[in-house]
C-alpha cells in the first residue's frame, strides 16, 4: 500500500500494463503528511456515504424514490454494489445498462458514487456468479469442506476462476474509463464484498490440499523477513512462537491449527484479489479496497468468515496484495474504537464502506473523521428510513460538508481531535492549540431532561483549531472546558458564536453567552442539537 506524496499538479502517466495514457487527475490517494488523503477533481474529499441495502441498485425504478432521500440525508457519495450476474449474463456479452444509469442519476444529483464489485465472493458466498459459472462446477470448482462436501463459493485456488473474474472486472474499469474519466463520478472501487472461508478455516479441495503442503511463497517470506521488527502482533507472535523459520511449509512455519489455516486462506484469498487489483488499475487506477466482516470475539476460524482482511491477518494480506491500497473493517459488531484502533495501529487509512445505519451512528461519524482521519463513512441500508429529513446522520453529514475544507487542511498538522462520548466517559486533556481541553457528556451537567435516564445517547464532536486560540466545534451533547497549557494560568472565553460555512465563508448567528456557556465556563452543544460553534479563547 504506497500512497504518492500530495501534489495538485495535472498531468498524464503511462500506464505500461495497459499501455493506456491516464490522466492523473482521477481520484487517488496520497499522502499528506503522516495523512493519507482522497483526492477527488484534485482536493481533498471525504466520503459522507451511504450503502444501498444489496438489491436495490439492480432496479432503476426501485431507485427513483431513492435518491431524493440521499439527498435530504445529505450524502455526498453513495455505496452502490455492480453485480457480476447482470453484468455479464452470458460469457463475454456485457450490459453495462444499469450502471450507466446509476452514474447518470449519481450526476443528477450531484454525488459520487464508490462502486461495489459483487463478483466472485460476496459474504464469503459466490451467489452473484452468473449462471454459466454457477452451473459448471467443474470449470468453475468450489470450495470443499473437511467431508469433501462442496458450498456455493468458488475456490480461489483454480485458474479458471480467477480469469473469468478478472475478465469481467477489467472490462468493468475499462468502462469506468470510457464514460467517466473526464467527470469522475466513481471514485473509488471495493472489490468483492466480505470475503471469508466457511464452514472450515480452510478449503479442502485437491488445488488447495497441494498448494497447502507446499513450502510458503517466497514472497510472503521476504515480507516476513523484511518486516520483522514491524509485524502486526498477532502474525508475529505465531511465526515467531514456531521459531521463525524462513523456509517451509505452511504448518512447519506457522505450526498446526486453525490459526494457520486461516493464514494460509488470507494468502490466497488476497493474492487472488490483488490479481484482479492489478488487472483493474493497469486499466484505470482508482483507489480499490477490500471489506471484511469483523469476527465475533471468541469464535474460532471458520466459525466466522475467516480470512478475510481482518487485523489478525492484515500483515499477510499486506504482503499478499500490495495493489489493494485499504483494509476496510464492516460495523456490526459493538465497541466501535477498539475496532477502529486495530486498523489504524499501523498507520494504515480509515475507510468505513459499511456501519449499521442504528442510533449514534451520528456521534460515531464525528468520531471517525475527528478521530482517525477517517476517509470514508458509511451506514448500510441507508435507503431503509422513512424520515431522511429527521435522521441524525444527515445533520452530521450537513456539518461535515461545511467543515470538509477545515478538516482536511488542519488534519495534516494534527490540529483535528474526535469525541465520542457514553455516559460518564470523560476525554481529559487533549491538546489542542495552547490549550488542554476536557469533553463531557453533555447530560453530565444535570440540567438535561434525560440527564437521569440510564442510557445515554452517545454524544459526538470534533474540534479544529485554526490558531492557537481560535477553535470551531461541532457535535452533539457535549460540554468542553479549556485549560492553558502554560503553567499557572487560566483560559476565558473571548467569544463563542454558533453559526455555519457558507461556500466556505463563516456566517455568525447567535453569541453563545450567559446560559448557553454556563456564564463564560465552557462550550456547550446540547444532546439534541447539532451544530458548529467558533470560539475565542484568551488567558489569565
Ligand atoms: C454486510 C455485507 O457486506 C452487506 O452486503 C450486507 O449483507 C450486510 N452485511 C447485511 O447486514
Known amino acids: 500500500m504506497k500512497f504518492k506524496l500530495f501534489t ?94 446509476l452514474i447518470k442519476n449519481a450526476r443528477l444529483n450531484k454525488m459520487k458514487i464508490v462502486l461495489l464489485w459483487f463478483g466472485a465472493w460476496k459474504n464469503s458466498m459466490s451467489c452473484y456468479a452468473p449462471a454459466w459459472i454457477k452451473t459448471n462446477t467443474t470449470k468453475y470448482p468450489r470450495i470443499l469442506d473437511k467431508n469433501g462436501t462442496p458450498h456455493e463459493i468458488l475456490t480461489p485456488f483454480n485458474k479458471n476462476n480467477l480469469e473469468a473474474d478478472v475478465k469481467v472486472f477489467t472490462r468493468l474499469m475499462q468502462y469506468i474509463k470510457q464514460v467517466d474519466n473526464r467527470q469522475n463520478t466513481v471514485i473509488t472501487i471495493q472489490v468483492e464484498n466480505e470475503i471469508g472461508m466457511l464452514p472450515d478455516a480452510r478449503t479442502y479441495d485437491e488445488a488447495a490440499n497441494s498448494a497447502f503442503n507446499k513450502p510458503i511463497p517466497e514472497k510472503l517470506l521476504t515480507f516476513l523477513k523484511t518486516n520483522k521488527n514491524h509485524l502486526l502482533p498477532e502474525i508475529k507472535s505465531i511465526w515467531e ?9 505452511w504448518e512447519e512455519v506457522f505450526g498446526k491449527g486453525l490459526a494457520t489455516d486461516e493464514i494460509f486462506m488470507a494468502w490466497y484469498y488476497a493474492s487472488f484479489t490483488n490479481e484482479l487489483a492489478v488487472a483493474g488499475k493497469a486499466v484505470y487506477p482508482l483507489p480499490m479496497y477490500v471489506n471484511a466482516a469483523l469476527n465475533r470475539p ?19 494480506w499486506k504482503a499478499a496484495a500490495p495493489s489493494i491500497d485499504m483494509l476496510a473493517p464492516d460495523f456490526y459488531n459493538p465497541d466501535f474504537k477498539h475496532w477502529c484502533d486495530l486498523y489504524t495501529r499501523a498507520s494504515d487509512p480509515l475507510f468505513i464502506p459499511e456501519i449499521r445505519f442504528e442510533k449514534g451512528v451520528d456521534a460515531k461519524a464525528f468520531f ?105 466545534v461541532a457535535g452533539n451533547g457535549l460540554v468542553i472546558t479549556f485549560t492553558p497549557k502554560a503553567n499557572g494560568k487560566k483560559a476565558g472565553f473571548i467569544s463563542i458564536d454558533e453559526g455555519k460555512f457558507q461556500n466556505e465563508k463563516w456566517i455568525p448567528g447567535r453569541r453563545m453567552n450567559g446560559d448557553q456557556n454556563h456564564q463564560g465556563r465552557h462550550v456547550r452543544i446540547p444532546a439534541n442539537e447539532y451544530s458548529i460553534q467558533r470560539v475565542k479563547t484568551y488567558t489569565y
Request: aromatic content about 10%; glycine content about 10%.
Open 368 to 472: 471517525a473523521f475527528g478521530n482517525y482521519n477517517c476517509l470514508a463513512f458509511s451506514p448500510f441500508s441507508i435507503e431503509s428510513t422513512d424520515h431522511p429529513e429527521a435522521e441524525p446522520i444527515g445533520k452530521v453529514y450537513d456539518i461535515l460538508k461545511q467543515l470538509s475544507p477545515l478538516i482536511t487542511k488542519y488534519q495534516p498538522i494534527g490540529n483535528v481531535k474526535g469525541f465520542l462520548m457514553e455516559k460518564d466517559s470523560i476525554q481529559k486533556d487533549i491538546p489542542v492549540g495552547d490549550y488542554l481541553i476536557t469533553v463531557h457528556h453533555e447530560y453530565k451537567m444535570g440540567w438535561s431532561p434525560g440527564a437521569k435516564d440510564s442510557i445515554w445517547p452517545l454524544a459526538g464532536g470534533v474540534i479544529i483549531a485554526v490558531a492557537p486560540d481560535e477553535f470551531y
Open 241 to 249: 512462537a514456531n521459531g521463525s523459520k524462513t523456509s517451509g511449509n
Open 8 to 101: 495538485i499538479a495535472i498531468c498524464v502517466f503511462f500506464s505500461p500494463q495497459s499501455g493506456a495514457q491516464v490522466s492523473t487527475n482521477i481520484p487517488r490517494l496520497v499522502k499528506n503528511g503522516k495523512h493519507v488523503q482522497l483526492l477527488v477533481h484534485n482536493k481533498p474529499f471525504l466520503i459522507l456515504g451511504g450503502e444501498l441495502g444489496n438489491s436495490s441498485a439492480s432496479g432503476n425504478e426501485y431507485m427513483r424514490p431513492i435518491w431524493p432521500k440521499l439527498k435530504q440525508m445529505n450524502l455526498n457519495t453513495v455505496l452502490a454494489p455492480v453485480y457480476w450476474e447482470l453484468l455479464e449474463p452470458v460469457e463475454g456479452k456485457f450490459d453495462f445498462s444499469s450502471l450507466d444509469t
Open 298 to 316: 471468541g469464535a474460532k476460524p471458520g466459525q466466522y468468515p475467516s480470512a478475510g482482511p481482518l487485523p489478525h491477518v492484515m500483515d499477510i
